[in-house]
């Protein structure tokens, strides 16, 4: 028995990081999960992990035909959907001086006009079913102004925002809007970036010592998307080891 016992659920972002450890979380408490990616081969073996009912979509969230063809493809196959996790993301390391329009663009396609364009056709699906949970992925970032990555706060600040805005929209369909805001998160993007050696730092300023890993953001996320946390809209919870206090 799970909280997710016939429930289905789109995450997208789940070939690695925190979308894959929340994704493979939802499953293993009884969800079907669409693995949705642009890496389609890391989306796969995600989904062979969870095994059972999963299954894998690559999509490019920035483009509407792609996230169309992703919304189709999981409603053929399941013929509804419950829960959206909006993990996908860019994570650049850009410091102001460098940071071009093209650039800016680049990560605001993804980051947020990708947030509006799974959240418009999912939550459709999601009117049509009378119930939805939808859990993005925010950043402390927004709190801190961390540096290197003014795009990327200022997609994230809207992400929260956003969802401000759409849970009031979606109440009356019964369907939540809350975002988690992980700090630095010692995931395989962050390893592969400049953005891993500010660990230290972070952890200077967190009330609960140590590096963060997808595994301590996951429960956060998996309670906002489960039925139970029906009465919490609007919200932004921090998962950060206390490094950031709002
Ligand atoms: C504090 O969201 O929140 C680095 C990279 N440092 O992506 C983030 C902090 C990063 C962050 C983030």
């Known amino acids: 028995m ?12 789940s070939a690695r990081g925190i979308g894959g450890a929340a994704a493979l979380r939802l499953a293993s408490e ?17 989904a062979a992990e969870a095994g059972g009912s999963c299954f894998a979509v690559g999509v490019d969230i920035g483009d509407p035909e792609s ?14 959907l419950d829960v959206l996790v ?5 994570v650049p390391f850009v410091p102001w001086n460098d940071l071009t329009f093209e650039e800016w663009r680049r990560v605001l396609r993804v980051n947020l006009d990708g947030l509006y364009l799974m959240c418009r056709a ?13 859990v993005s992925l925010c950043s402390n970032s927004i709190f801190a102004g961390t540096p290197n990555m003014a795009h990327y706060v200022a997609a994230k600040g809207g992400v929260m925002t956003f ?3 759409l849970a009031t929209e ?5 369907i939540t809007v809350n975002c988690v805001a992980p700090g630095l998160t010692d995931t395989e993007g962050v390893q592969e970036s400049p953005h891993k050696d500010a660990f230290d730092f972070c952890e200077m300023l967190q009330a609960i010592k140590g ?11 998996a309670f906002l998307a489960s039925e139970e946390a029906h009465w919490i809209t609007g919200q932004t919870l921090v998962a950060d080891g206390g490094m950031v206090r709002w």
Do not use: W
């Not at 009884?30 to 995600?46: C, L, P, R, S």
């Not at 909006?86 to 860019?90: D, K, L, R």
């Open 30 to 46: 009884g969800a079907t999960v669409a693995f949705a990616d642009i890496n389609e081969a890391g989306a796969e073996a995600k």
């Open 122 to 134: 999912s939550s459709e699906a999601m009117r049509r079913n009378g119930y939805g949970r939808i």
């Open 86 to 90: 909006n993990a996908a993301a860019i």
């Open 163 to 165: 969802s401000r805005a």
């Open 170 to 174: 979606l109440g009356g369909d019964r």
């Open 67 to 80: 996230v169309a063809g992703l919304h189709e493809t999981v409603l053929a196959r399941c013929g509804k």
């Open 2 to 13: 799970g909280r997710f016992d016939g429930r289905v659920a789109i995450v997208t972002g």
């Open 211 to 221: 590096h963060g890993t997808p595994k301590d953001i996951v429960p956060a996320i």
